[in-house]
């Protein structure tokens, strides 16, 4: 570029001007603010988030989870594999379709539950956010979600998403 160009065609390609930068950087950053709240649960983020689906759904097959998740099989199986081994969940196959394999909390998981109702509050505390900015932000990042890829909604199906068509 030379000096006669705007300075607006300059910071196109700033790294600090990049919506995707400033994405990747406050996701990075909520997921460390995460990590001590679930490190006392025994838990990283992703078995985490598996966790709430559950706590949500009740038994939930494998497929659905990783849809609400927005996660292929593969990343999947490992996951589940590692919550199953520390005594969290169960899998079997499903009696009416032996395709679909079945996951749900077992007593240990479910009682876990009590224990993470703390990690929402304790995470606004430690951001400094509000209910009502969370809220906006929330809807924000969904609708850019929605834009960003319209042939698919990206909220998770259940009776928590909000229409937005």
């Known amino acids: 570029m030379t000096d006669e160009e705007p300075a607006a065609?300059?910071?196109?390609?700033?790294?600090?001007?990049?919506?995707?930068?400033?994405?990747?950087?406050?996701?990075?950053?909520?997921?460390?603010?995460?990590?001590?709240?679930?490190?006392?649960l025994g838990l990283t983020y992703p078995q985490y988030l598996v966790l709430l689906v559950l706590w949500e759904r009740g038994?939930?097959?494998?497929?659905?989870?990783?849809?609400?998740?927005?996660l292929d099989y593969g990343t999947m199986s490992p996951l589940l594999k590692r919550l199953e081994a520390a005594g969290l969940v169960r899998r079997e196959r499903s009696a009416?379709?032996?395709?679909?394999?079945?996951?749900?909390?077992?007593?240990?998981?479910?009682?876990?539950?009590g224990r993470a109702e703390r990690v929402p509050g304790a995470l606004l505390a430690s951001t400094g956010l509000g209910t009502?900015?969370?809220?906006?932000?929330?809807?924000?990042?969904?609708?850019?979600?929605?834009?960003?890829?319209?042939?698919?909604?990206?909220?998770p199906p259940g009776p928590t998403s909000v229409p937005t068509r």
């Open 132 to 155: 009502a900015e969370v809220a906006r932000l929330r809807e924000e990042l969904w609708g850019l979600a929605e834009r960003a890829h319209p042939t698919a909604d990206p909220r």
């Open 59 to 70: 038994e939930t097959r494998v497929k659905d989870l990783a849809s609400a998740l927005r």
């Open 96 to 113: 009416h379709d032996e395709r679909s394999v079945l996951v749900a909390c077992t007593g240990p998981g479910e009682e876990l539950k």
């Open 9 to 40: 065609d300059r910071s196109l390609l700033l790294l600090d001007e990049q919506l995707c930068f400033a994405l990747y950087a406050a996701q990075r950053a909520v997921t460390a603010a995460y990590r001590p709240l679930l490190d006392e």
